[in-house]
């Protein structure tokens, strides 16, 4: 597990770390069984919350790509790669909603959204 965190970015640190693992994830880099680091280890080596890897591994875990076993740790989910698609699509949706809004808070039009998001996605 690779990760970079920036102090200097919008985003939560949370979000940093959901993002750059489930990426990992969906990309095939970290395999279906492999075990994350636990929380507090993860936290000490990253320099930041355990609340805040807490709530990275909960939005994992609720979007399906772990799974936490009581008293042994939180495993990359195995997949199909039908799931794996589907994921990747809830995903990608998700976050083309959350970029619509974002950019429409700045007083853009939906056509002048749609066509900035072109050039992106």
Do not use: H
């Given at each position: 597990?690779?990760?970079?965190?920036?102090?200097?970015?919008?985003?939560?640190?949370?979000?940093?770390?959901?993002?750059?693992?489930?990426?990992?994830?969906?990309?095939?880099?970290?395999?279906?069984?492999?075990?994350?680091?636990?929380?507090?280890?993860?936290?000490?080596?990253?320099?930041?919350?355990?609340?805040?890897?807490k709530k990275a591994w909960e939005e994992l875990e609720r979007s399906g790509l772990i799974n936490t076993v009581t008293?042994?740790?939180?495993?990359?989910?195995?997949?199909?790669?039908?799931?794996?698609?589907?994921?990747?699509?809830?995903m990608v949706l998700k976050q083309m909603g959350s970029d619509i809004q974002y950019y429409k808070s700045f007083g853009?039009?939906?056509?002048?959204?749609?066509?900035?998001?072109?050039?992106?996605?």
């Amino acid at each position: 597990m690779n990760v970079t965190i920036s102090s200097t970015s919008e985003k939560p640190i949370y979000q940093q770390l959901y993002e750059q693992i489930s990426a990992q994830i969906l990309q095939g880099e970290l395999e279906s069984g492999y075990c994350l680091p636990p929380i507090r280890q993860a936290a000490l080596e990253l320099g930041v919350s355990v609340i805040t890897v807490k709530k990275a591994w909960e939005e994992l875990e609720r979007s399906g790509l772990i799974n936490t076993v009581t008293g042994k740790g939180c495993f990359v989910a195995e997949f199909t790669p039908e799931e794996m698609l589907r994921i990747r699509n809830e995903m990608v949706l998700k976050q083309m909603g959350s970029d619509i809004q974002y950019y429409k808070s700045f007083g853009l039009t939906l056509e002048e959204v749609t066509a900035l998001l072109g050039k992106i996605y």
